[in-house]
C-alpha cells in the first residue's frame, strides 16, 4: 500500500539518485528523468512485496527503499542512454526516423515469421488428427516435438518484440508535436499487433498439445 513511509521512502531514493549526475541538454534531462521515475517507482513496489515476505513492515520500508535505489539508478543510466542515443540525431525528426526504421525492421522479421508459423501450425494441425485418428503414439509424440520446439522460438519472438516496444517508449513519449510521430505510433501499434497474433499462435499450440495425449 502506497503509504506516507512508503513515498517518503521512494522520494529519498530518488534524490539519491538524481544526486548522482545530470544531462547537459533539457533533453538528456527528461529522459533522464522519466527513466529514473519509472524505475525507482517500479524497483520500490517489487521491493516491497519482497520485504514484505521477508520481514513484515520494517521488511517493507527496507525493501522499498532498496528497490526504488537499485530501479530508479537503473531507470537513471537508461534514460542517459536514450539521451545520448537522441544526441547523435541532426534534430528530433532524424531520430525518430530512425526509431521509425528500426521498429518497422523487428517487426517485418516478426510478422514474416508468425505467417510462416501459421503454416506450421496447421499442417501439425492436420498431422496431429491423423495421429488421434489412428491412435498412432509415435506420430503423436513426433508432432508434441515438434510443437515444443515452435513455442521456444515463437516466445522467443515474443521476447524480441517486446523489447521493441519497449525500447520505443522514450520516443513515444518525447515525439509528440513532431511531423513523423503518427509514423512511429503506427509501428508501434504494428509490433503491439504482431505480439497479440504470436501470443495466440502460441497458445494455440498449447491447445493442439493438449490434444495429443493418445
Not at 526509431?99 to 499442417?123: D, F, M, P, T
Not at 508432432?143 to 522467443?156: D, G, H, N, Y
Request: glycine share 14%; with cysteine; net charge positive.
Amino acid at each position: 500500500m502506497l503509504t506516507p513511509a512508503f513515498l517518503r521512502t521512494v522520494s529519498a531514493a530518488l534524490v539519491i539518485v538524481f544526486g548522482t549526475g545530470c544531462a547537459a541538454t533539457q533533453d538528456g534531462r527528461l529522459a533522464q528523468a522519466q527513466g529514473t521515475g519509472i524505475g525507482a517507482v517500479l524497483g520500490a513496489g517489487a521491493g516491497a512485496l519482497l520485504g514484505a515476505a521477508a520481514g513484515g513492515r520494517n521488511g517493507v520500508l527496507t525493501g522499498a527503499l532498496i528497490g526504488a535505489a537499485v530501479g530508479g539508478a537503473g531507470g537513471f543510466a537508461y534514460g542517459t542512454h536514450i539521451a545520448k542515443r537522441k544526441s547523435e540525431y541532426s534534430s528530433r525528426e532524424a531520430w525518430l526516423d530512425a526509431c521509425i526504421s528500426q521498429a518497422h525492421r523487428v517487426n517485418s522479421n516478426a510478422y514474416s515469421y508468425s505467417r510462416s508459423l501459421e503454416g506450421r501450425i496447421a499442417r501439425l494441425e492436420s498431422r496431429a488428427r491423423a495421429a488421434r485418428a489412428s491412435k498412432n503414439r509415435a506420430a503423436a509424440r513426433a508432432v508434441k516435438s515438434e510443437i515444443a520446439a515452435l513455442q521456444s522460438q515463437a516466445r522467443q519472438q515474443v521476447q524480441t518484440v517486446s523489447k521493441e516496444i519497449g525500447d520505443q517508449q522514450p520516443a513515444v513519449s518525447q515525439g509528440r508535436g513532431a511531423g513523423n510521430y503518427r509514423s512511429l505510433k503506427t509501428e508501434v501499434n504494428s509490433l503491439q499487433e504482431t505480439k497479440g497474433t504470436l501470443g495466440r499462435q502460441i497458445n494455440r499450440l498449447a491447445g493442439l498439445e493438449n490434444q495429443l495425449d493418445v
